[in-house]
């Protein structure tokens, strides 16, 4: 596995953002953990959003935001399931 993995973005031939991949499990968990944590938080509240009353255009920033941040949780999880899979098997 390389050390740095390119988080899922627009594409672009060159990534700015990276996951280091010799981050300790626990610290690559709790990122994604935050991350998704945030996006199910913008989620919530705007389940609670009188539809009618939401201005289209805030709809679509919060989808997006959200969007990107279970993006960036998914893309660390993955590596978080690589570093597990190559620990020693426990019996």
Do not use: F, W
Request: aromatic fraction near 2%.
């Amino acid at each position: 596995m390389p050390r740095y993995i390119p988080l899922t973005d627009i594409d672009l031939d060159n990534p700015s953002l990276m996951i280091d991949s010799e981050v300790p499990p626990l610290s690559i968990h709790a990122t994604a953990l935050a991350r998704i944590r945030a996006a199910t938080e913008m989620m919530e509240s705007l389940s609670r959003t009188e539809v009618a009353r939401a201005d289209g255009v805030d709809l679509q920033h919060i989808a997006q935001a959200a969007t990107m941040l279970m993006r960036d949780g998914c893309d660390l999880l993955g590596v978080l399931g690589i570093q597990l899979r190559a620990l020693p098997a426990k019996l």
